[in-house]
């Protein structure tokens, strides 16, 4: 199967500082990523849609300003939360397409972030 | 953006056979059905996918009804270890326009012993 790799797997940020999580597909290149936030007991929304070698595209509702993603080559997407608050605390996933789109998914293993 | 409908929660003991149950009424015709399974503080991990009929592989098997607007996931004889949520994703339009999986609210199946 296709890995994913995600890090760092926990971050503890002050208010105000800025965090990046990094996205890599290990054995495959994925022209297409996604990220998602997810709270405690809920679901995985997905946050943005991140394309190598061209601008992300966002979700409604997702402040492009605040989560700037970069998919700078076919194997890595960077999450960068800029200026992080205490409400952005939450569990962060990638995703990488492999294949053909919308068939499969292959997760990293996410980030919780704690902005304290 | 959710297009799948799960129980919210399943019980089950040790041992037992579990079927789990999506409806996807608005599958598009090139949509495949793909299940994950989600430990607690981790990502998704693949279980299985199917486009029709029946899918069989080490872990689970996939129903697929011929009007495809429902699923069933099989899990034979589970353990406490298969304690997890359970996510059925079919594609749905997103921001770019074009379709990708999305996760409704999966299924909360717990197991006892």
């Known amino acids: 199967g296709a890995v994913v790799s995600q890090h760092p797997s926990r971050v503890i940020c002050k208010s105000g500082t800025s965090v990046k999580i990094e996205c890599r597909s290990l054995d495959f290149q994925a022209t297409t990523m996604f990220w998602y936030r997810q709270f405690p007991k809920q679901s995985l929304m997905l946050m943005a849609t991140s394309n190598e070698g061209s601008k992300a595209t966002y979700e409604q509702g997702v402040e492009k300003d605040k989560f700037l993603i970069n998919h700078a080559s076919l194997t890595l997407s960077t999450l960068t939360v800029t200026s992080a608050h205490p409400e952005d605390s939450s569990f962060y996933i990638c995703?990488?397409?492999?294949?053909?789109?919308?068939?499969?998914?292959?997760f990293g293993s996410g980030t919780q972030l704690s902005v304290l | 953006l959710a297009k799948t409908t799960q129980p919210i929660s399943m019980d089950s003991y040790e041992g037992q056979e579990v079927n789990i149950t999506c409806s996807h009424n608005n599958i598009a015709t090139n949509d495949y059905i793909t299940w994950y399974q989600q430990f607690p503080s981790q990502g998704p991990r693949f279980i299985i996918q199917g486009y029709k009929t029946k899918v069989t592989n080490e872990v689970a098997s996939l129903f697929i009804p011929a009007d495809r607007k429902s699923s069933t996931l099989s899990l034979p004889r589970v353990s406490l270890s298969d304690t997890a949520v359970y996510y059925c994703l079919v594609g749905d339009i997103v921001a770019t326009g074009r379709r990708a999986l999305t996760f409704g609210s999966g299924t909360r199946l717990q197991v006892q012993p």
């Open positions: 995703s990488a397409e492999k294949g053909a789109a919308n068939e499969k998914l292959f």
